[in-house]
């Protein structure tokens, strides 16, 4: 008895389960800017990247569905600029906590 799984009709679920990361950078001036993006095993090298530079790494599936579609440089939307301020904050409660560490 074969142990091989019947093929999936990849048409609906092949990009919903795809894992999405996209990095943000954000200077102060303006709003924050995508710098990079990617799904699959680019989404997985972000993340390691982040993780080996001691980046904050925040899960938000949706979030991260919506701006791996921003090209590249580009500003976030204006309508996700309320949930990309609440991210910023969280890191800089993060950073300030491990800052008074030192």
Avoid: C, W
Wanted: charged share 25%.
């Amino acid at each position: 008895m074969s142990n091989t799984k019947p093929p999936q009709d990849s048409s609906n679920n092949k990009s919903s389960n795809k894992k999405r990361a996209a990095a943000l950078e954000y200077t102060g001036v303006g709003a924050p800017r995508v710098v990079a993006k990617g799904e699959g095993y680019v989404a997985a090298q972000i993340e390691a990247v982040a993780q080996k530079n001691d980046v904050p790494l925040l899960q938000d599936s949706l979030l991260a569905e919506v701006l791996v579609n921003v090209p590249l440089g580009d500003e976030i939307p204006e309508n996700f600029y309320f949930a990309v301020a609440e991210i910023l904050a969280h890191v800089y409660r993060i950073n300030d906590s491990i800052d008074s560490y030192e």
